[in-house]
């Protein structure tokens, strides 16, 4: 294995969408295509729910619950959100695949 193929196969890459969130993993593809919402509670600011299970709550969520969409006309509407999405994204793709990630590319819109 060359040492080129080595490093792309431990980078990442991640698309910061206004309607969707992708991660690319080298050697692997898209490893996750999620939507870029989020529930949190309204009683006390805590995350419910991330992504898919977010967006499913659009519409039958309770009053105590909003959901909201972190990147709004192509930037980042709010940064504390977008830093909880990404961390849970990745979190995610952490339980999946153990390979260790020596770089990671990030595109906003």
Same mark, same amino acid.
């Given at each position: 294995?060359s040492?080129?193929? =080595?490093?792309? +196969?431990r980078? +990442?890459?991640?698309?910061l969408?206004?309607? @969707?969130t992708?991660?690319y993993l080298?050697?692997?593809g898209i490893?996750? =295509?999620e939507?870029s919402?989020?529930?949190?509670?309204?009683? @006390?600011?805590?995350?419910? +729910?991330?992504?898919?299970?977010?967006?499913k709550?659009?519409g039958?969520n309770?009053k105590n619950?909003?959901? !909201? =969409?972190?990147?709004?006309?192509g930037? !980042? +509407?709010?940064?504390?959100?977008?830093? $909880?999405? %990404?961390? $849970?994204? %990745?979190?995610?793709?952490s339980?999946?695949?153990?390979?260790?990630?020596?770089?990671?590319?990030?595109?906003?819109?």
């Amino acid at each position: 294995m060359s040492l080129l193929t =080595r490093i792309l +196969a431990r980078s +990442a890459s991640i698309d910061l969408g206004t309607s @969707n969130t992708l991660v690319y993993l080298g050697g692997k593809g898209i490893v996750l =295509r999620e939507p870029s919402v989020v529930a949190i509670s309204r009683d @006390n600011g805590s995350i419910i +729910a991330v992504g898919l299970e977010a967006k499913k709550m659009i519409g039958r969520n309770p009053k105590n619950i909003e959901i !909201i =969409r972190p990147l709004k006309d192509g930037v !980042i +509407a709010d940064f504390d959100i977008t830093k $909880t999405m %990404l961390k $849970t994204f %990745l979190s995610k793709i952490s339980s999946w695949y153990s390979v260790p990630l020596s770089k990671f590319i990030v595109s906003t819109p």
